[in-house]
């Protein structure tokens, strides 16, 4: 069936609907060459159509293994190419399959490089995929829809429940948790117990964590006050470490601003240089919002940064335990370059213990 991707500014990209599914939300990119069904799974997406900008998808298929949430979180995908005849060991089944178990709007055949260009020159906005044959009265209304903005409770977990078996507690608070944190976190030593995410501080310390962990999600931070002031309670109380939106918390808690970017970081070869030892570390992204270096809190100690537009990719507490990063450690960009925080995180709380 044929389709179309419009866009609020006017643009327009025909493509070919998978199905009949069709979808609306705020229209990002991606650069990366592989992981596509860990995008697809990864819960900052949330309320956005992903464009993924290599040419062919599905190519080594798709496996429930790669999954980083029980299901897709985005509100649907543009790609070019999709690979009819997938080959790997570990293939289960093709991207397609995929897709439409999970009836995500999907719109392929599209020149994503074109798409790409509109983003960069203009930023991220609101888009729709449809069928080819809506009338313009119909694609005027459904690109009128309003963007919701409680990302974040659509994604984090129903209740309570813990991860792991080490020697170290962690609270951990989930704004849109990915799989291989708690993987990363349990291969670390922790035993890790995940709250939703309005959880109080006093709930949250009522199990005498060694540390807290604020993770990644989706969504503008300064939707959330309420998490906020939960870190901000939580400040001098026990180690804490964040991940992308946690990152964002805890700079705002701690006095800091943020602001969006004009297209977000999203891809899985983005440099960031150590200002402490010189060294450049290939990371993946995946935000659309950054820390601002204006009127930055005395407390805050910036420890890393974009190569790409010298944007804040890590920060820490100059005399608290308190460190976070605006990328990706778990997703294994190199890729064991930066397991080594999930290591500074365990010896923050061994520290802390004695």
Not at 76 to 87: C, E, N
Not at 229 to 251: A, W, Y
């Amino acid at each position: 069936m044929n389709g179309l991707l419009v866009l609020a500014n006017g643009a327009r990209f025909k493509g070919t609907l998978l199905g009949n599914v069709e979808g609306f939300g705020e229209l990002v990119f991606n650069t990366g060459m592989t992981g596509y069904q860990e995008c697809f799974t990864d819960p900052s997406y949330e309320g956005q159509i992903l464009t993924l900008t290599y040419p062919l998808i599905g190519n080594y298929g798709a496996n429930d293994e790669f999954m980083q949430t029980a299901k897709p979180a985005a509100a649907g995908y543009v790609v070019d190419q999709i690979a009819a005849h997938p080959s790997n060991w570990e293939c289960k089944g093709t991207i397609t399959e995929f897709i439409e178990r999970y009836h995500v709007p999907c719109l392929y055949n599209v020149d994503t490089r074109a798409v790409t260009r509109e983003l960069r020159k203009h930023g991220v906005m609101k888009g729709i995929i449809v069928r080819a044959d809506r009338t313009e009265d119909e694609i005027r209304e459904l690109l009128g829809q309003s963007m919701h903005h409680n990302q974040i409770s659509r994604v984090t977990t129903p209740y309570p429940y813990v991860y792991g078996d080490g020697k170290y507690k962690v609270a951990l608070v989930d704004c849109g948790l990915k799989k291989n944190i708690l993987k990363s976190l349990a291969a670390n030593d922790c035993t890790v117990h995940v709250f939703p995410a309005f959880t109080p501080a006093e709930e949250l310390l009522s199990i005498n964590p060694d540390g807290i962990f604020m993770s990644p999600g989706p969504g503008n931070p300064q939707d959330v006050p309420e998490i906020v002031e939960t870190v901000r309670k939580l400040i001098g109380k026990k180690p804490i470490f964040g991940i992308c939106m946690g990152l964002q918390l805890i700079s705002i808690a701690l006095g800091a601003k943020t602001f969006k970017l004009p297209f977000g970081h999203r891809g899985a070869n983005h440099p960031v240089k150590d200002l402490r030892t010189g060294r450049v570390y290939i990371t993946s992204q995946n935000h659309g919002y950054a820390v601002s270096d204006e009127d930055l809190p005395e407390c805050m100690e910036v420890i890393l940064r974009s190569v790409n537009d010298g944007t804040i990719e890590g920060i820490r507490h100059k005399t608290l335990p308190i460190q976070a990063v605006q990328y990706h450690p778990e997703a294994a960009p190199g890729p064991t370059d930066n397991f080594y925080l999930f290591k500074e995180f365990a010896q923050m709380m061994e520290e802390n213990r004695k």
